[in-house]
């Protein structure tokens, strides 16, 4: 039996969203090298992040549930790249998607908006750090224009064992 193609909606992140998105960051704190941090968080704790992703501007967060149940499938943001001033037309990317809901195009369809909103920004460059190996996320972001620039060796330690971060950059 054909399993059935649920619709996702991509939509900017409100307040709403705080306890999922959280929920969904955490899992990828708890259970891979994704992300660096090694402690969960609060929503509490997340909000202010939350909030420093406005609906306009050059750091956006972009979520995306399905339609029917709104259930969160994953989100992407940008954020400053750095935070001195020559860096403002920098950001950098991210996009982090439910377990269980990967291999639907939930990260293209996050990119795919995120990328449409910052469009119209004064920004020059986008740049990803992708923890390896994470061939899934190298994909999605080389299918969107980015380049692998180098890598930073044994740069984080998490869970007993040293990781790598492959940076990579995209024009805007």
Same mark, same amino acid.
């Given at each position: 039996m054909?399993?059935?193609?649920?619709?996702?909606?991509v939509r900017p992140g409100v307040e709403a969203d705080l306890k999922a998105l959280t929920d969904l960051y955490n899992h990828y704190v708890r259970e891979t090298p994704i992300t660096f941090d !090694?402690? #969960?968080?609060?929503?509490?704790e997340r909000r202010p992040w939350l909030l420093s992703h406005p609906e306009d501007g050059?750091?956006?967060?972009k979520v995306a549930a399905d339609a029917d149940t709104q259930e969160i499938l994953g989100y992407a943001a940008s954020s400053p790249y750095r935070a001195k001033p020559a860096y403002s037309t920098s950001?950098? !990317?991210t #996009?982090?998607?439910?377990?269980?809901?990967?291999?639907?195009g939930v990260g293209t369809l996050l990119y795919e908006a995120l990328f449409a909103a910052l469009a119209g920004e004064d920004l020059?460059?986008?740049?990803?750090?992708?923890?390896?190996?994470?061939e899934p996320s190298v994909r999605l972001?080389?299918?969107?224009g980015f380049r692998h620039v180098g890598t930073y060796r044994e740069v984080g330690r998490k869970f007993g064992r040293w990781w790598d971060v492959a940076?990579?950059?995209?024009?805007?």
């Open positions: 054909p399993t059935e193609r649920r619709e996702v909606q !090694t402690a #969960v968080f609060t929503p509490e050059p750091y956006r967060l950001v950098e !990317t #996009v982090y998607v439910a377990p269980g809901a990967g291999g639907r020059h460059r986008a740049y990803a750090g992708i923890a390896q190996p994470n972001h080389e299918r969107f940076w990579y950059e995209k024009e805007l």
